[in-house]
C-alpha cells in the first residue's frame, strides 16, 4: 500500500533540488542563475542529476549532444520507452523552475516505481536536455532536435557571445560534432513533460494544474541596422542614426503584436549598440525579434507585417537593413490519447478536470512530437512570472504534479 505522505516527500524533493541547482556550481552567474548550454554549471549541473537519476535505479549516460538520460528497465530489454523530461539550460538570471523542475519530477516518479519494485512492459527514462532556450548560442533544442533526429548539421558560423563554435563548445566536453545524428532515439512509446505554466491562467483559476492542448510556433530574427556613426554634433537632417531606427522599429513590433489576435505575441527581447557613447550618433544596431502564435497562418502574416514595417522605417532614415531567420519551430498539438489518459491521472489525483491550455512559450515537447506522442502537464507558478528570478512554485502544486505524474505512468501501464 503507497502512503500519500511518500509520494508527497517526491514532490518536495523535486522542489528542492530545482532551488539547489538555482546557485554555484550550478549557476555560471555569480549571482542568480545562468546555465546556458555546455557551459561549466550545466556540466555541474549534469553530475549533480547523474547522482540523483543513479540513486532512484537508473542507469545514466550522456548523448552525443550533452543530454542526460536515466534509463530505467522495463519488462523486457526490447521493451519501448516512455521518456519523461525537459531542459536543465535556464535564460540569463533566469528562474529556478523553468525546465529543470519537469526533469526532478522525472526522477523522482522512477524513484517511487524502483521503491516499489515496478516495472512496466515498457522502460522509463528521465532526459535532460541542453540547449532548450538557445541561451548561448543562435542553435536551439539541439538536444530534442538530435533525440528526434531533425539536428542534420552544425553551423560553423554558430559562436557564443565570446565567439566559441558550438563545434569547439561540444570537443570542449568531449563530445564528437560527427556523431551527433548518432542521438536519435528510436523505439519510444511516448514523451510527457511537466512545466511550470508561465502565464497566470491556473493561477487566476485557482487551480494548481492544467493539461495542454497544444504550443504555439516561433520565429526569431536577428536584425541588423547599419546607418553611420557621427559626431553628437551632426545637424540632425544629417544623421543615420541606427538606435533611432530601431527604437521606431521596436514600437511598430509592439504594435503590430498588440493588434492581435489574441494569440500572438511580438517581442524584442535583446538589442546592441556597437561603439556606442554619449557623443556618438549610433551607427550600427543588432536586435532580435521573436513572434509567436498558435493558430496557423497567424505567425507567418505577423512576420510579413513586420518585416515590411522594418524596410518602410529603414528607407525613411537611409538605413541599410539586413533580416536573417534564425529560428522557424512549428508548433505541435499534445497527442489526445495521452490527452485523455493525463486527464484522468488529474481527476484522479485532485478531483477537478483540469482547464486545457496553450502555451506561448517553447518547449522540447513540440520537437518531440516528431518522434512519438506527447502530452505536457503545466503547474502553476506565482503571477505567470517566468524567465526572471522570481520565478516561483508552491510546494503543494509540485506534489500534486508529482502524484499525477505517477499516476499517469501506471495508467499507461495498465491501458498497455
Ligand atoms: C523558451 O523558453 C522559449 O519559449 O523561448
Ligand atoms: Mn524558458
Ligand atoms: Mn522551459
Known amino acids: 500500500m503507497i502512503q500519500a505522505s511518500e509520494i508527497q516527500a517526491g514532490g518536495t524533493r ?22 546556458p548550454y555546455l557551459g561549466p554549471a550545466h556540466r555541474a549541473t ?10 532512484a535505479g537508473m542507469s545514466v549516460e550522456t548523448d552525443a549532444v550533452g543530454t542526460i ?24 538570471d533566469g528562474g529556478r523552475y523553468d525546465g529543470i523542475l519537469g526533469v526532478t519530477l522525472g526522477i523522482e516518479a522512477v524513484a517511487h516505481f524502483h521503491r516499489h519494485n515496478r516495472r512496466f512492459p515498457f522502460a522509463l527514462e528521465v532526459i535532460g536536455f541542453g540547449d532548450e532556450e538557445g541561451s548561448r548560442f543562435s542553435t536551439y533544442m539541439m538536444g530534442s532536435r538530435s533525440a528526434a533526429g531533425l539536428a542534420q548539421t552544425i553551423d560553423d558560423s554558430v559562436t557564443d557571445r565570446d565567439g566559441i563554435t558550438l563545434r569547439k563548445a561540444l ?22 513533460e511537466a512545466h511550470i505554466e508561465q502565464a497566470p491562467h491556473l493561477e487566476r483559476a485557482a487551480l494548481p494544474l492544467g493539461l495542454v492542448r497544444g504550443i504555439a510556433s516561433q520565429y526569431r530574427y536577428r536584425i541588423t541596422l547599419e546607418g553611420q556613426a557621427a559626431h553628437a554634433g551632426t545637424a540632425m537632417h544629417e544623421r543615420r542614426d541606427a538606435l533611432a531606427a530601431a527604437a521606431e522599429s521596436i514600437t511598430a513590433i509592439e504594435a503590430i503584436g498588440a493588434a492581435g489576435p489574441d494569440d500572438l505575441v511580438t517581442t524584442v527581447g535583446f538589442l546592441t549598440v556597437e561603439n556606442g557613447a554619449p ?27 513586420i518585416l515590411e514595417a522594418l524596410e518602410a522605417i529603414s528607407l525613411k532614415r537611409n538605413i541599410t537593413l539586413s533580416v536573417e531567420q534564425v529560428q522557424d519551430l512549428q ?13 484522468k491521472a488529474i481527476i484522479d489525483t485532485m478531483g477537478y478536470t483540469p482547464p486545457v491550455l496553450l502555451s506561448q512559450a517553447g518547449h522540447d515537447a513540440m520537437i518531440m512530437a516528431h518522434l512519438a506522442p506527447m502530452t505536457m502537464l503545466f503547474i502553476r507558478c506565482a503571477g505567470g512570472i517566468s524567465h526572471n528570478p522570481a520565478e516561483s512554485v508552491e510546494n503543494d502544486d509540485v506534489e500534486a504534479a508529482h502524484r499525477t505524474l505517477v499516476s499517469f505512468i501506471t495508467r499507461v501501464g495498465e491501458e498497455r
Open 14 to 35: 523535486a522542489k528542492v533540488r530545482c532551488d539547489e541547482l538555482g546557485g554555484s556550481p550550478y549557476s555560471d552567474q555569480a549571482d542568480g542563475l545562468f546555465r
Open 46 to 55: 549534469l553530475g549533480r542529476l547523474a547522482g540523483w537519476m543513479d540513486e
Open 69 to 92: 538520460i536515466g534509463h530505467y528497465a522495463g519488462t523486457t530489454p526490447d521493451a519501448p520507452v516512455l521518456l519523461i523530461g525537459s531542459h536543465v539550460d535556464s535564460v540569463r
Open 171 to 192: 570537443a570542449d566536453w568531449g563530445l564528437s560534432t560527427t556523431r551527433f545524428k548518432t542521438a536519435r532515439r528510436e523505439n519510444v512509446l511516448a514523451y510527457v
Open 279 to 305: 557623443n556618438v550618433v549610433p551607427g550600427h544596431v543588432i536586435m532580435t525579434v521573436d513572434i509567436r502564435a498558435v493558430t496557423p497562418g497567424v505567425r507567418e502574416n505577423a512576420a510579413r507585417q
Open 331 to 343: 508548433g505541435a498539438l499534445c497527442d489526445e490519447a495521452l490527452n485523455a489518459i493525463l486527464r
